[in-house]
C-alpha cells in the first residue's frame, strides 16, 4: 500500500491524506474495479472496459493495477501494461476515478512515482480529442502530447461517454522525469498562439472549417462534447469529422501539438517545408 503523504507530487495533487494506491491482486477487489469502471462508462459491469481476470493476469503478470481508496472506499482505479519498446514505456490502458477531488492526478503521479522505480521514462495513453476536459488534463496538468491520431481506433462505443461515436483517439506521450516536486503547468507559448490561424473554429456550437497551410494551427473544441452526442449528434459527428481531419491530417504530417490554447482548442505546430535546394551547375570554358 502507498500512502499520499509519502508521494510529494501526490500531494501536490490536493487529494486528500486518507486516500490510499495499492495495487490489487485478489479477485473481489477486481470485480470491485469492474463495478466502478461500469458506473463511469455507464455500462453492465460484465461488459466493461476491461474484465476482473484480465486485470488478474495482467497483475499476475507485474504489470500495473492498482486501486484508489478513500476511507476505505474504491474511488478510482488504472491499468497500464509494458509496451515498446518494453524496457522504457509503460501504456497506461485505462483510468477512471470519481471525479473532481484530484483523484485521477494522484493515480497519473502515482503510476509515474512506480513506472520511474522500474526504469520507465515513458508513460502512453489514448484519449478522445474532443473531450476538452481531458484534454487539459493531459496537456496541461501533466504535460504530455499527442503523437499519433488513431481513426475509430476501438471502433463504435455505446456507452454513456462516447454514445455510439466513432471512437477516435490520439496516442498521448508522457515522458517522466525524476524530479519529485509538484507537477507543474504546461502551456503554449503566447507568441506561437498570437500567430495561429484557426483550422477549425467553434461558430455557435458548431465546427467551421477553414483550410490552411500557416505555420500555426489552431483547432477548437466544443464546449461539452459528451452532452452534444445526447442533444444534437448531427453536431457531435460534425465535430467529429473537422477534428479528424485537421488533428488527424497534422499529426500524420509530422506536425507537433504545443499544447491547448485558452483551454479551448488545440495550438499545433506545422513543421516548415525546406525549400528544395538548388541544383549545382558546372561551367566550362
Known amino acids: 500500500m502507498t500512502h499520499l503523504d509519502t508521494l510529494t507530487d501526490t500531494r501536490a495533487a490536493g487529494a486528500t491524506s486518507s ?3 495499492r ?3 485478489a479477485m473481489d477487489d477486481l470485480e470491485a474495479v469492474c463495478v466502478l469502471f461500469g458506473e463511469i462508462w455507464g455500462t453492465h459491469p460484465a461488459k466493461g472496459p476491461v474484465s476482473a481476470e484480465v486485470m488478474r493476469a495482467l497483475g499476475h503478470a507485474g504489470n500495473y493495477v492498482v486501486g484508489a481508496y478513500e476511507n476505505g472506499r474504491l474511488v478510482g482505479a488504472s491499468v497500464a501494461f509494458f509496451a515498446e519498446p518494453s524496457a522504457a514505456t509503460l501504456h497506461s490502458h485505462i483510468t477512471g476515478a470519481t471525479a473532481g477531488r484530484g483523484i485521477g ?3 497519473k503521479l502515482h503510476q509515474k512515482q512506480w513506472a520511474l522505480r522500474r526504469g520507465i521514462t515513458r508513460i502512453t495513453w489514448t484519449y478522445d480529442p474532443l473531450i476538452r476536459r481531458n484534454a487539459h488534463f493531459n496537456l496541461t496538468k501533466l504535460g504530455a502530447r499527442p503523437e499519433e491520431y488513431l481513426r475509430s481506433f476501438y471502433g463504435a462505443m455505446d456507452d454513456a461517454i462516447n454514445g455510439g461515436d466513432e471512437s477516435d483517439r490520439v496516442l498521448t506521450a508522457w515522458g517522466l522525469s525524476a524530479h519529485h516536486g509538484p507537477a507543474a503547468t504546461s502551456t503554449p507559448d503566447d507568441s506561437a498562439a498570437a500567430h495561429a490561424v484557426h483550422a477549425v473554429r467553434d461558430v455557435g456550437g458548431r465546427p467551421e472549417v477553414t483550410p490552411t497551410d500557416a505555420e500555426f494551427v489552431l483547432i477548437d473544441l466544443p464546449d461539452d462534447i459528451e452532452a452534444l452526442r445526447r442533444t444534437d449528434p448531427g453536431a457531435a459527428h460534425a465535430w467529429r469529422l473537422a477534428v479528424r481531419d485537421a488533428l ?8 507537433r501539438v504545443l499544447g491547448l490554447h485558452d483551454r479551448r482548442g488545440y495550438l499545433v505546430h506545422r513543421t516548415p517545408v525546406s525549400a528544395p535546394a538548388r541544383p549545382r551547375t558546372e561551367s566550362s570554358l
Do not use: F, K, R
Open 105 to 107: 492526478l494522484a493515480l
Open 248 to 255: 488527424g491530417g497534422l499529426l500524420d504530417d509530422g506536425a
Open 19 to 21: 486516500l490510499d494506491i
Open 23 to 25: 495495487e490489487l491482486h
